[in-house]
C-alpha cells in the first residue's frame, strides 16, 4: 500500500502525527465507546423536547384533523410539503456523497459518508412522516400501495405523481438504508471486537457476523460497488419525481419543465448544507478535526457554490420563461412572488439561495468555519423558503381571482415542522453514541497514501519536484488541525 | 428356502447381558410414570391435567362476559302498517305555500327535507328564495318551544287556555283594550279567525305592524288614487326601468317574482330577438339591484329627493317650486338623459322608489302616470298583499300601551321587542299590560317579555291558506306532525274566542267551501283535494286599469325638499342608510345557520353585518377593511367593523338590519348589531335614514368573507359585451368572434366513452343576479355543512355552488373597463362601478385536471360526463384541489358533524333528520364538491326506465337550476342535440372558463351584456 502514494500536489485528507489505524479506531469509537458529554447531553435533551412537540402537534392533528393546520380551500399545502419536500431534499446528499463520489473515486468522501448517509436516512424518516400526516385520512394510506384487494381491479393510479412519490421515496429509504448498513458492518466489528459482555453480544449481531477474512472483504467491496451503482440514478429520480408532483400539475409556477433538474440541484445544495452544518459540529466536540480536515470543508463548500449557482440559473430561467411564454397566469404567478403579499418569502428565497452563497467565490469565505457553518443554515433556511414560495404564493394567487387567499400558519403547522427537525436531531444524537461516525474501515484505507504523515514521509524521502513541495505547503495553511510551525521549519 | 439367518439389534442382544434381559421384559426400555401421573403429583400439581378443560371454560367464559359490555341500543322501528302513500327511498311532495308563494314540500319517510318552488306559483314559476329554501331546517331548530309557557314556566295547553280565557273575560268584562299586533296577513281564514276573536272581544283591535314596511307606498297610492294598496309590479312589461334605491331584485317587496319578470328581458331568448330592457339605478348603498344595474349611480339619501324632483321636473316639462340642481353634476345630467329615455319608452316605461316616505312615492307615482306605467307596467287593479303594515297605527299602539290603556297585547310573528326602532319605549309601555301574549315558537325577545308564550306551528305543521296577490289563493297544508307540544296560533284564538269551530283545518274547510273553492270551479271534497293536489287557484285578474295622477304636487315637492335637506350631514358626518340584507332580511329566522353563511351577494360577508363606507372615504379615513368603529345616530350607537364598498356613494353608511338578535336561539345570538334604532318615524312612516357621526374604536373585527379579492384582473372568466356591440355580433367579446374554437384538436388523449347522457350545463351570465338562492338550495340538497364565522375566516366554506363577483371601473371618460388590481390602486374614484355574478361549481372537465392526480382513483370520470368522488376511496391529500384551476373543490377539514368544537347546529341527532337520505355525509379527511346532483340523475333514470321510456329533456332538474327565479342555470344531455342545454351551448354568447387550458369543462357561461346607455357626459 505504501509503493501507491498520491501525488504530493493533494491536499492531505487526514492530517495530525503519528496516527496508526489503532488510533483512527480509537479516535472515531471515542464517543461509541465512552459516557456521553455535557454537550451531548444539552443537545439530546434540546432535541428529545423539539421530537415531544412533534408527538404533540402530530397527536392533535391526527385527533381533530388537518384543520388543525393553517391550510384553506385555495391553499391545500402548506407547511406540510413544504416540510416534505425540504427534508427529501436533505436527504439527497448522503447518497451522492456514498454512491457517485464512490464511483468517481473521490477519496475525500470516505471521512464524510458516513454521517451525510446517516443524515440521509433521518432525513427520509422525515420526510416520510409528513407522507402520512398530511393525509386528511392517514389510516387509510394504504390504498396508496398497488395491493391486491376484494375490488376486482381496483389499483393505485399510476398516472398520479403522488404514487410516483410513494415508490420514489421507499425505494430511495430502502437502497440507502442497504447500503448505509453495508458500510456499517466493518466498523460494527470493530467495535464488537474492542466491547465485553452483553454489548459485544449486541454488535456481534450487529456485524452479521463479520470475519474480516479476505473473502468477506472482497465481497464487501462489490456490494458497495454494486449499491453505489443501483443509488446513483436514485440521487436524480427521487428529487425529479418530487418534482413532478408540482411540474405535471396545471397551477402557475408549478407547471415547469425546468422543475427536474432545478429540484436536483437544489436537494444537493440542501443536502451539503445540511451536512456541512452538522459535521462542523460534530467535528469540534468528537474532536475529528484530523479525519474531517479543512479541505473536506472547503470541497463542501465548493458543491454548495456551485448548485448554488445552477439553482440561481433555474431561478432566473423561470422568470425569462414566465416572461416568454406569454401566458398570462405564469407571468402573474412570477409577478406576484415580488408585488404579492409573500413578496418577503420571496426575497428570503432568492437572498439566501443566491445572493448568500455567492460568497463563497471567496476563499477566505471558504476556509472560515463560523462564516461556513452559518451560510450552511441561510442555504437550509433559503431552500425551505423556496419551497414555500413555490408551493404557496402559487397556490394562493391562480387563476380565479375570486378564491384568492392568504395561508397563515397555525401552531400545529409550526409545532410539525418544528418537531420534525427535533426527531432528527434525536435521531443523529443517537446515532453518533451508538454507531461509529466517521467510516473507520474506510478512513483506514487513506492512511498510507493521502495522509499528513504520508506525504511528510515522501517528502522526507526527497525525489519530489520542490515546487510541488512547496505548492502543497502553501495549500496547508488553511488547514487547522496542522501544526503549522513544523512546516516552517522544514 | 427357509431363511434361518438371525438378526440382532445390537451386541447387548446377541450376548444377552443381563441387563438386555430385564429391561427387555417390559414394552418399554425406559419406564413410563403413568400411575404416577394418573395418581400422585400429576393431579395434584398446580394445573393438573384435568382442570385444563375447566380452566378452559373458564377463561373463554369469562373474556365473553368481559366483552358483553352494553352497546348502545339504538332501536329502528320498520314500518310494520305501512302508510299506504310512504315508500322507503321514494320521495313524497306535498302543495303548500311559504309566504304567499306556492311550494312544493318534499318529504322523506314522514319527514320534510326540503322545499321546492310551485312550477305553477304566480311569482317565480317553480323558482324560491334562499330564505324558502332555508326555512326547512327551522322546523329541526331544537331551541324552537317544547311547551307553551306561563309567567315563564312550561305549562299545559289547557292551564294556558284557562288563564288566557280568563283573563280576556276579566278584561272584556271591564271594557279594556285588546290588541291584537301581527305581521302582513294575507291568508284569508287567519283574517277571519281574528274577525272571530273580534267579535267575541269587541274590544279588541287588528294592528298590522311589519318590520320592514311599505306603508309609503299604501299610503301614497291612498293620497294619488284614492286606493290604498300596494300595487302589482309587471317589471316584464317595461323596457326601461329606473329605480331609485328599490332593491327590486332583492329585499324589495317581490324579488323572486321581479326576478324572473326582469330577467325575461334580459336572457339569451330575449337578447336572440334582439332585445334588452334598459335599467338605471340611483342609490347609496350597493344593492344586488344595483350590480345588476346597466347604470348606476350613487347618491345620497339627501340627494334622492332631489333627484326624483329633477326627473319629475324633465319628463313633465315644467319646474316645481323650490326645485334645485342636483350638486353631482354626472348624476344631474343622468337624469336628464334618463327623463328622454323613459318619455320615449312610454308605456314600457316604470320608475320605482325604496323610499317609505308617502310624498316621495307620491312624486313618483306622478311621474308613473306621465309615463302612462299604469295599466301596463303597474297594476292598481290586482294589487299585492304581501305587505300591509301600517306604521302609524302601531306607532300609536305603543303610545297606546304607554297611556296604559291597553289590558291585552296578543303578538303574531312580530317581535317589536327587537325591531321596533324605539325598542326600550315599547318595552317600558308594555310593563303596563296586563296580559302579554306571543305566539312566537322562539322565546324571542318579545316572548321574553310576555307573560304567556302559546308556541305557533312551524308552516310544515300548519294548516292555512294564503292570498298574496289578489285573485290568488294557496293552500298550506302540514307535512308532518308536530314535532313539539306547539298549537297553531288560529286554534289558540279560536279556543280563546269560544268559536263553535276550535279545530283550524275544519275551520279552514269552512272557509274555503264558503266560497273559495267555487273561485276555482272547485267543489266539495273531490275540489279540497284536488286543490290540495295543486296548492293554488288563480282565479282570472281583473283588467289593470289606467290612472291619472292629477293632484296638486307644490306641498309634496316642498316635503321631500324639506326632509332632504334635513339629511344633509354637516363636516365629519355621514348619511346613514338602513337596509335590508339579501340573506338575513328583516331578522326573523336570524337563527338559520345555512341563512347566516350564505355570503350577502354584494359583500361576500358571512355571519356578520358592518358599517359599508365608499372606498374613497374608507383611504381618506385611513381606515382598513374589519376595523371596528362606533357609529352614532339619533342617540344610538353600534360598533361595527367597517367594509370598504365600492360603488357607495361617499359621505354615506350602509348598515343592514335584522343581525343584533339577542333571543333568537344559539345560531342567532350576537351575530352582528341591531340597526332598527336607527330608523326614525316621520310624516306617518317608518324613515331608514339618518344623519350620523362615527369614531374608530381601535378594535379589529375581520369580516368573514368567502371572496377577499374582487377585480378579475383582466382574465377571460369574464367575458362581458355591451348591448350595441352585441346587436352588431352576437359573437362579440365572447371569444368565439370566428366561430366556438376547438381546443381539442391536437389532444393526445383519447376522450372518454359517454354512450348515452353527457351532463352538462350552461349559466347565462346575464339572467344570473347573483341573489344566492342556488347556494342555500344546494346545501338542503347535498347536505354540506355550515363551518361557523371562524372557519369562514379561515376561508374554509363548504359550498358546492358559490357566486363570484367581481368589480371593475370606469374612469372619467373612457370607456374600457379597468380589473386590475394595481389600476385600481391608482383610482380615485371608485363611483363608477359595474358588477358581475358568476356562479361557480365543480366545472365536471371531460380532461379533468383532478382525475389525474388523484393517488387512489377516488375521483374519476363516469360514462355520463360526470366528475365523480368517490368519498370511502378517498385519502386526502388534498392534490386535486390544488390542481383544480376552478378552486370548487372542498376539503372536511373537520369533522363537522360531529365534532363539539364546531357545533354548527347540525350536532343533534333532531336536526340530522333534515338531511337528505340520497346523499351521503362525508367524514372529516375527505375531499367533497358538486356531484352535479347525482342522486337526481339516477333517480330521473330510475324513473324513465321503471316507465320504459327514455329520459326527457328537462326531467332531472339541479338543485340549483329548481330553485333559480331568473333560469340562469340550464342543465341537460349534450348528446341530445333537442335538448335546451345543446341549444344554450351553441349560442356565440356562450364560452368556457378558462378553456384555453383545454381542461374541456362541461359549463358554458354565457357573455354577460350590459345595456349601456351614454348616460354621462
Known amino acids: 500500500m505504501a509503493s501507491h502514494s498520491e501525488s504530493i500536489i493533494r491536499e492531505p485528507l487526514i492530517t495530525g502525527k503519528n496516527i496508526t489505524y489503532g488510533q483512527i479506531t480509537d479516535d472515531i469509537l471515542r464517543p461509541v465507546e465512552n459516557m456521553p458529554g455535557k454537550a451531548w447531553w444539552i443537545g439530546f435533551s434540546v432535541a428529545s423536547l423539539g421530537a415531544l412537540l412533534w408527538v404533540v ?434 | 428356502m427357509d431363511n434361518n439367518k438371525k438378526y440382532w439389534k445390537g451386541l447387548e442382544e446377541l450376548d444377552r447381558t443381563p441387563e438386555f434381559v430385564e429391561k427387555n421384559k417390559n414394552e418399554f426400555a425406559e419406564p413410563i410414570p403413568i400411575e404416577e401421573i394418573l395418581s400422585g403429583d400429576g393431579l395434584s400439581a398446580k394445573t393438573p391435567r384435568r382442570d385444563f378443560l375447566k380452566a378452559l371454560g373458564f377463561g373463554v367464559g369469562a373474556v365473553t362476559l368481559a366483552a358483553c359490555q352494553r352497546v348502545p341500543v339504538h332501536k329502528s322501528i320498520p314500518y310494520l302498517i305501512k302508510p299506504e302513500e310512504v315508500t322507503p327511498g321514494v320521495a313524497n311532495y306535498y302543495s303548500s305555500t311559504y309566504e304567499g308563494q306556492a311550494i312544493l314540500v318534499k318529504t322523506r319517510e314522514g319527514r320534510p327535507i326540503k322545499v321546492e318552488g310551485n312550477p305553477n306559483d304566480v311569482f317565480a314559476k317553480g323558482g324560491l328564495s334562499a330564505q324558502a329554501q332555508a326555512s326547512v331546517l327551522d322546523l329541526y331548530d331544537v331551541t324552537r318551544l317544547k311547551d307553551p309557557k306561563l309567567n315563564g314556566s312550561d305549562a299545559g295547553w289547557s292551564e294556558v287556555d284557562a288563564f288566557v280565557i280568563k283573563e280576556l273575560a276579566a278584561i272584556k268584562a271591564a271594557g279594556k283594550n285588546i290588541r291584537l299586533v301581527t305581521s302582513t296577513i294575507h291568508s284569508p281564514s287567519t283574517l277571519a279567525v281574528i274577525a272571530d276573536f273580534i267579535k267575541q272581544y269587541p274590544t279588541a283591535k287588528h294592528i298590522t305592524y311589519d318590520a320592514v314596511s311599505y306603508t309609503g307606498i299604501i299610503q301614497a297610492n291612498q293620497n294619488s288614487f284614492g286606493k290604498a294598496v300596494l300595487p302589482h309590479y309587471n317589471f316584464d312589461k317595461a323596457d326601461v326601468i329606473v329605480s331609485f334605491g328599490a332593491d327590486f331584485l332583492g329585499t324589495w317587496i317581490s324579488g323572486e317574482e321581479f326576478t324572473r319578470q326582469y330577467v325575461s328581458n334580459r336572457n339569451n331568448k330575449s337578447l336572440e330577438s334582439k332585445k334588452m330592457s334598459r335599467h338605471i339605478q340611483f342609490e347609496s348603498g350597493m344593492s344586488l339591484t344595483g350590480t345588476n344595474a346597466d347604470n348606476r349611480f350613487p347618491i345620497k339619501p339627501s340627494e334622492e329627493g332631489i333627484a326624483i324632483i329633477s326627473l319629475y321636473n324633465a319628463i313633465s316639462g315644467t319646474t316645481l317650486p323650490g326645485s334645485k340642481k342636483l350638486a353631482n353634476k354626472s348624476v344631474d345630467n343622468a337624469i336628464t338623459i334618463v327623463a328622454k329615455e323613459l318619455v320615449a319608452a312610454k308605456g314600457k316605461a316604470l320608475v320605482v322608489a325604496g323610499s317609505n316616505d308617502v310624498a316621495t312615492q307620491v312624486l313618483v307615482n306622478a311621474i308613473n302616470s306621465l309615463l302612462g306605467s299604469y295599466g301596463t307596467t303597474i297594476d292598481l287593479d290586482n294589487p299585492s298583499k304581501q305587505y300591509a303594515g301600517n306604521d302609524a297605527e302601531f306607532v300609536e299602539f305603543v303610545h297606546e300601551l304607554g297611556r296604559g290603556e291597553v289590558a291585552a297585547a296578543l303578538f303574531l310573528n312580530v317581535n317589536p321587542a327587537y325591531d321596533y326602532f324605539k325598542g326600550k319605549e315599547f318595552k317600558d309601555a308594555l310593563s303596563k299590560v296586563r296580559l302579554k301574549l306571543s305566539f312566537s315558537d322562539h322565546d324571542d325577545e318579545t316572548a321574553q317579555l310576555s307573560n304567556v308564550v302559546a308556541p305557533n306551528h312551524h308552516y310544515l305543521e300548519s294548516w292555512g291558506d294564503a292570498n298574496a296577490v289578489e285573485g290568488y289563493y294557496t293552500v298550506i297544508q302540514p307535512t308532518i306532525n308536530p314535532v313539539y307540544n306547539t298549537r297553531q296560533a288560529e286554534h289558540s284564538l279560536l279556543v280563546w274566542a269560544e268559536n263553535p269551530v276550535k279545530d283550524y283545518y275544519t275551520y279552514v274547510r269552512n272557509t274555503w267551501n264558503n266560497g273559495l273553492l267555487a273561485k276555482g270551479g272547485l267543489s266539495g271534497q273531490k275540489g279540497w283535494e284536488t286543490l290540495l293536489q295543486t296548492g293554488m287557484i288563480n282565479t282570472p285578474a281583473n283588467t289593470a286599469g289606467s290612472y291619472t295622477f292629477s293632484r296638486d304636487l307644490n306641498a309634496v315637492a316642498q316635503t321631500i325638499l324639506t326632509h332632504s335637506a334635513s339629511l344633509v350631514a354637516g363636516d365629519g358626518k355621514y348619511e346613514l342608510q338602513v337596509y335590508q340584507s339579501q340573506a338575513i332580511g328583516d331578522g326573523k329566522r336570524a337563527n338559520n345557520p345555512w341563512l347566516q353563511e350564505l355570503p350577502d351577494p ?416
Open chain 1, 57 to 490: 402537534s402530530i397527536s392533535y392533528t391526527f385527533w381533530f384533523g388537518i384543520g388543525s393546520w393553517g391550510l384553506n380551500k385555495t391553499v391545500g399545502w402548506a407547511w406540510d410539503i413544504t416540510g416534505f419536500v425540504w427534508w427529501v431534499g436533505i436527504g439527497h446528499a448522503g447518497t451522492l456523497i456514498s454512491a457517485v463520489l464512490l464511483l468517481f473515486r473521490q477519496n475525500w468522501r470516505n471521512s464524510i459518508n458516513r454521517s451525510a448517509e446517516a443524515m440521509t436516512i433521518f432525513a427520509v424518516i422525515c420526510a416520510a412522516t409528513y407522507i402520512g400526516a398530511h393525509m386528511g385520512r392517514p389510516w387509510m394510506a394504504l390504498y396508496s400501495l398497488p395491493l391486491p384487494n376484494q375490488y376486482g381491479s381496483l389499483w393505485v393510479n399510476f398516472n398520479s405523481p403522488l404514487i410516483w412519490d410513494v415508490f420514489a421515496i421507499s425505494t430511495y429509504f430502502s437502497v440507502s438504508l442497504v447500503f448505509w448498513y453495508t458500510g456499517l458492518l466493518p466498523d460494527m466489528a470493530s467495535i464488537r471486537d474492542r466491547a465485553t459482555g452483553l454489548r459485544r453480544r449486541i454488535y456481534s449481531v450487529a456485524s452479521f457476523g463479520w470475519t474480516g477474512s479476505v473473502k468477506t472483504w472482497q465481497r464487501f467491496e462489490t456490494v458497495s460497488l454494486i449499491l453505489a451503482g443501483l443509488s446513483t440514478p436514485l440521487v436524480l429520480s427521487v428529487h425529479t419525481i418530487v418534482s413532478m408532483d408540482f411540474a405535471t400539475s396545471l397551477e402557475p409556477g408549478w407547471h415547469t419543465t425546468i422543475f427536474p433538474p432545478y429540484f436536483v440541484a437544489g436537494a444537493i445544495f440542501s443536502g451539503f448544507a445540511m451536512v456541512q452544518t452538522l459535521l462542523l459540529v460534530t467535528r469540534k466536540v468528537l474532536g475529528l478535526e484530523n479525519y474531517i480536515t479543512m479541505f473536506h470543508i472547503e470541497s463542501m463548500n465548493k458543491i454548495i457554490l456551485v448548485t448554488g449557482s445552477v439553482v440561481g440559473v433555474a431561478y432566473i430561467t423561470e422568470f425569462f420563461i414566465a416572461y416568454y411564454s406569454g401566458g398570462e397566469y405564469e407571468q402573474y404567478t412570477f409577478l406576484n412572488r415580488f408585488i404579492g403579499p409573500y413578496w418577503w418569502a420571496a426575497c428570503m428565497m432568492y437572498g439566501c439561495n443566491v445572493l448568500m452563497t455567492q460568497m463563497m467565490w471567496s476563499k477566505k469565505v471558504r476556509t472560515n468555519i463560523p462564516i461556513s457553518w452559518v451560510l450552511s443554515i441561510i442555504v437550509n433556511i433559503g431552500m425551505w423558503f423556496e419551497r414555500f414560495v413555490i408551493i404557496v404564493t402559487s397556490l394562493h394567487r391562480d387563476y380565479l381571482p375570486s378564491s384568492w387567499a392568504m395561508f397563515y400558519p397555525t401552531w400545529v403547522d409550526v409545532g410539525v415542522f418544528v418537531g420534525s427537525i427535533g426527531i432528527f436531531f434525536t435521531m443523529f444524537l443517537l446515532f453518533i453514541r451508538v454507531m461509529p461516525s466517521v467510516a473507520i474501515a474506510e478512513v483506514k484505507l487513506l492512511l498510507k497514501s493521502a495522509s499528513e504523515q504520508a506525504k511528510k514521509k515522501q517528502i522526507a524521502e526527497g525525489h519530489l519536484e520542490p515546487a510541488h513541495v512547496e505548492f502543497y505547503k502553501d495549500n496547508l495553511i488553511k488547514f487547522d488541525s496542522i501544526d503549522h510551525s513544523e512546516y516552517e521549519k522544514a
Open chain 2, 602 to 1017: 354584494v359583500s361576500k360577508v358571512t355571519w356578520d353585518n358592518f358599517a359599508a363606507i365608499s372606498v374613497a372615504d374608507i383611504k381618506k379615513l385611513k381606515l382598513q377593511e374589519g376595523d371596528v368603529i362606533r357609529v352614532e345616530a339619533n342617540g344610538y350607537t353600534v360598533d361595527l367593523p367597517v367594509l370598504a364598498q365600492p360603488g357607495q356613494a361617499q359621505g354615506t353608511i350602509s348598515i343592514a338590519v335584522g343581525y343584533g338578535r339577542t333571543n333568537a336561539g344559539p345560531v342567532g345570538d350576537n351575530v352582528g348589531k341591531n340597526a332598527y334604532p336607527f330608523y326614525s318615524f316621520r310624516n306617518g312612516t317608518f324613515q331608514t335614514t339618518a344623519i350620523a357621526s362615527f369614531t374608530d374604536t381601535g378594535i379589529k373585527s375581520p369580516l368573514a368573507q368567502t371572496q377577499t379579492h374582487h377585480s378579475y384582473e383582466g382574465r377571460s372568466v369574464i367575458r362581458e359585451a355591451n348591448f350595441t356591440e352585441y346587436k352588431k355580433n352576437p359573437a362579440t367579446h365572447s371569444g368565439n368572434e370566428g366561430g366556438h374554437k376547438d381546443y381539442n384538436k391536437e389532444s393526445l388523449w383519447d376522450d372518454h366513452d359517454r354512450p348515452v347522457y353527457d351532463w352538462v350545463m350552461a349559466i347565462d351570465l346575464n339572467a344570473c343576479t347573483g341573489c344566492g338562492a342556488c347556494v342555500v338550495a344546494c346545501n338542503a340538497e347535498n347536505n354540506i355543512p355550515v363551518v361557523g364565522k371562524d372557519e369562514v375566516r379561515r376561508r374554509r366554506e363548504m359550498h358546492w355552488i358559490r357566486i363570484d363577483r367581481y368589480y371593475s371601473y370606469q374612469e372619467e371618460g373612457k370607456s374600457e373597463s379597468i380589473t386590475e388590481e394595481y389600476e385600481i390602486d391608482k383610482l380615485s374614484n371608485f363611483d363608477r362601478v359595474t358588477v358581475v355574478h358568476q356562479p361557480m361549481l365543480c366545472q365536471h372537465c371531460d380532461h379533468a385536471p383532478c382525475e389525474t392526480v388523484c393517488p387512489v382513483l377516488a375521483t374519476v370520470h363516469s360514462s355520463e360526463g360526470l366528475n365523480q368522488m368517490a368519498y370511502n376511496r378517498c385519502v386526502g391529500t388534498r392534490y386535486c384541489a390544488n390542481n383544480c384551476p376552478y378552486k370548487v373543490r372542498r376539503f372536511n377539514w373537520f369533522n363537522y358533524w360531529n365534532d363539539s368544537r364546531f357545533d354548527n347546529y347540525l350536532n343533534n341527532e333532531h336536526t340530522q333528520l333534515v338531511l337528505n337520505p340520497d346523499v351521503v355525509t362525508r367524514f372529516r379527511g375527505v375531499m367533497e364538491k358538486c356531484s352535479m346532483c347525482v342522486q337526481r340523475i339516477q333517480a330521473g333514470k330510475l324513473k324513465a326506465k321503471i316507465d320504459k321510456r327514455p329520459l326527457k329533456d328537462g326531467e332531472v332538474k339541479m338543485a340549483c337550476q329548481q330553485t333559480c327565479s331568473a333560469n340562469a342555470i340550464v342543465f341537460g344531455n349534450r348528446n341530445d342535440p333537442n335538448s335546451e342545454v345543446s341549444k344554450a351551448l351553441k349560442s356565440e354568447r356562450t364560452y368556457y372558463v378558462l378553456e384555453e387550458l383545454n381542461v374541456q369543462p362541461g359549463i358554458g357561461y354565457q357573455v354577460k351584456v350590459r345595456n349601456v346607455s351614454e348616460l354621462e357626459a
